[in-house]
């Protein structure tokens, strides 16, 4: 994959790095969305497809992205497919600092130390290229104003934005109201985002940690069916896990 266009993942982390601050917002829950984006941009690139609510690999050559390789190897390694909410709810903590190490390393952003308090040493990061933050949030705002049905990365992206709660972020206040509607609706338009998204949202919720019931010889497609096939659950790392971490990160705040 050549580096001749930005992937979900170094989008999503643009979009929620304060230029003013050099910290990103919503950083509990930022670490899920990376770990979503990852598994559209993987789609995106045919190596892995949706199976239910599931993800499987179809295509375990590497893309030439070492953060994405390394997710598709994991993918690799389980041989069968993985409910999507439980792989994005798993123990691969850390992936905010990836990602910020990333995109310093391609030359996108700078890292900035400083202290906290005026005691704690962190680090804060800014964008190289503003216009390229600039495009992106473009691209988000057209898609909100025209109502025309964005292309199926900006479609993912919006999804994942509004996922991790960055919508007021992007568009605070009262009179941001109507656009973060909007930006929540943009979610129908990539089923692979879609998927995702209501996974990120359903291990912030707890919903990964709960075991599904299914009643006898039904699916999900019988009464009571859910979103997604309903499978029995496997024994899978709790949402909280990743919660957790999250909030014990270095680095950026």
Do not use: F
């Given at each position: 994959?050549?580096?001749?266009?930005?992937?979900?993942?170094?989008?999503?982390?643009?979009?929620?790095?304060?230029?003013?601050t050099g910290t990103t917002a919503q950083p509990q829950s930022l670490d899920l969305g990376l770990a979503g984006a990852q598994l559209?941009?993987?789609?995106?690139?045919?190596?892995?497809?949706?199976?239910?609510?599931?993800?499987?690999?179809?295509?375990?050559?590497?893309?030439?992205?070492?953060?994405?390789?390394?997710?598709?190897?994991?993918?690799?390694?389980?041989?069968?497919?993985?409910?999507?909410?439980?792989?994005?709810?798993?123990?691969?903590?850390g992936l905010r600092q990836t990602y910020l190490t990333h995109l310093e390393r391609c030359g996108m952003v700078h890292a900035v130390?400083?202290?906290?308090?005026?005691?704690?040493?962190?680090?804060?990061?800014?964008?190289?290229?503003?216009?390229?933050?600039?495009?992106?949030?473009?691209?988000?705002?057209?898609?909100?104003?025209?109502?025309?049905?964005?292309?199926?990365?900006?479609?993912?992206?919006?999804?994942?934005?509004?996922?991790?709660?960055?919508?007021?972020?992007?568009?605070?206040?009262?009179?941001?109201?109507?656009?973060?509607?909007?930006?929540?609706?943009?979610?129908?338009?990539?089923?692979?985002?879609?998927?995702?998204?209501?996974?990120?949202?359903?291990?912030?919720?707890?919903?990964?940690?709960?075991?599904?019931r299914t009643a006898p010889g039904r699916g999900a497609g019988g009464p009571g069916g859910g979103r997604a096939a309903a499978r029995?659950?496997?024994?899978?790392?709790?949402?909280?896990?990743?919660?957790?971490?999250?909030?014990?990160?270095?680095?950026?705040?």
């Open positions: 994959m050549g580096r001749s266009r930005r992937t979900i993942p170094e989008e999503l982390l643009l979009l929620a790095l304060d230029p003013a559209v941009e993987l789609a995106l690139a045919g190596r892995i497809a949706p199976d239910g609510d599931r993800i499987a690999v179809v295509l375990p050559r590497p893309t030439g992205d070492p953060t994405l390789d390394s997710a598709l190897e994991l993918l690799r390694r389980r041989g069968s497919p993985v409910r999507a909410v439980h792989w994005i709810g798993g123990p691969r903590l130390s400083s202290q906290m308090c005026g005691v704690l040493p962190t680090t804060r990061y800014q964008a190289t290229d503003t216009a390229v933050s600039r495009e992106i949030r473009a691209r988000l705002d057209n898609a909100i104003r025209t109502g025309v049905p964005p292309d199926p990365r900006t479609a993912a992206l919006a999804a994942l934005a509004h996922a991790v709660g960055l919508g007021k972020h992007l568009y605070p206040g009262n009179e941001g109201r109507s656009s973060r509607s909007r930006l929540r609706d943009l979610i129908r338009h990539d089923p692979m985002g879609g998927l995702v998204a209501h996974a990120v949202m359903d291990v912030q919720n707890g919903v990964a940690a709960q075991p599904r029995p659950a496997a024994p899978q790392p709790l949402a909280g896990q990743a919660r957790r971490g999250g909030m014990a990160r270095a680095g950026a705040h």
